[in-house]
């Protein structure tokens, strides 16, 4: 059973990291999303000077939308907002002609324009999400402005993920980003490269084609199917890859979460019947509180009697008291 460590931001304690590797973890993922490419080789180093047995996963951004840099607006990188304040998104480097009239969030992403027609964006913090409504927009060479309002506090910080429902994804091509991380990734020789937000098989196309004009070297390719696109051309999708990560984290803003069992369980199945790989990721250990609980324990023996063939905690190991005991007693759970 593939168990996949994802708790790199607990690399600041090196000893407690490797304590955490070693409690029956058999992939690192390293995401970067979140991490600088020296930072990586710094820890693909340590992992395989420790445990060269364990195979690296390099999770590329993809088109995940993020909130730009508030520190040069706000003193400090987090910015807080009451509910139904109203608050200008922008296209990050664009957010002065507002900083008078509207408080103004810089977006980072590579495809803003495609976000036009958005009528609706989450925020999602540790403990609860803010549904972030669209009053008004204005458009510009750079893109639309989004007038907003949200139905509960916003605590926006740099680099936090925003997802915004309903636009299309399928227009979406390898980011500049994706490819300078790929390269990493081809030089440092990772087992698997995971390509997020996939909503189409050319985009698995594209990264395949990126890869062999670079390298003669072919790591394992998963695709992380969060988003609705990718869930409606799953089939197509998984004909052009080794595998499936579904992640539960966006794909439950993504699509209404009543709507996830099925989802996940028919994604299962698709790789269960081309004998691929399926990654069930996050969520998992929500409710360990120290001990083992019956819903945990009962959710993972059902994805694993319909297929899955691998799990990863994420948040749960990194905000856990004692991630050292949470890592062990999954291990055991999920290989039971």
Not at 29 to 39: D, G, M, T
Not at 87 to 112: D, H, R, S
Request: charged content about 25%; some cysteine; aromatic content about 10%.
């Amino acid at each position: 059973m593939i168990n996949i460590c994802s708790a790199t931001k607990l690399i600041s304690n090196k000893e407690l990291f490797l304590k955490v590797l070693n409690s029956g973890f058999t992939h690192l993922r390293i995401n970067f999303s979140h991490i600088k490419n020296e930072e990586a080789s710094m820890i693909l180093g340590l992992t395989k000077d420790n445990y060269p047995d364990i195979k690296i996963i390099q999770d590329l951004q993809g088109p995940k939308i993020r909130i730009g840099d508030i520190e040069s607006l706000y003193i400090n990188d987090i910015y807080t907002l009451d509910k139904y304040k109203m608050f200008v998104l922008v296209k990050e480097g664009e957010t002065a002609k507002y900083q008078k009239n509207l408080p103004a969030i810089p977006i980072c992403f590579e495809n803003y324009k495609l976000l036009k027609g958005t009528k609706k964006f989450i925020l999602t913090n540790k403990d609860y999400q803010s549904t972030i409504s669209v009053l008004d927009t204005a458009e510009y060479d750079w893109g639309t402005a989004f007038i907003c309002m949200s139905d509960s506090e916003c605590v926006f910080r740099a680099e936090k993920g925003l997802n915004a429902i309903g636009f299309d994804r399928t227009k979406i091509v390898l980011s500049e980003k994706d490819k300078k991380d790929v390269l990493w990734g081809l030089e440092h020789h990772v087992d698997i490269i995971i390509l997020s937000f996939v909503s189409k098989v050319e985009q698995l196309i594209e990264l395949k084609a990126y890869i062999k004009e670079y390298s003669d070297y072919m790591p394992l390719i998963w695709a992380k199917i969060e988003c609705l696109d990718g869930i409606t051309n799953a089939d197509l999708i998984i004909e052009k890859c080794d595998g499936f990560m579904i992640g539960r984290g966006d794909l439950s803003i993504e699509i209404p979460l009543i709507d996830l069992p099925k989802a996940q369980n028919d994604l299962i199945l698709i790789c269960s019947s081309q004998n691929k790989e399926c990654i069930v990721a996050t969520h998992l250990f929500d409710n360990y509180k120290d001990i083992l609980n019956i819903s945990d324990i009962t959710a993972i023996f059902h994805l694993k009697a319909i297929g899955a063939t691998g799990f990863m905690m994420s948040n749960e190991v990194i905000f856990s008291k004692n991630p050292i005991k949470i890592s062990q007693e999954f291990s055991i759970v999920i290989n039971k």
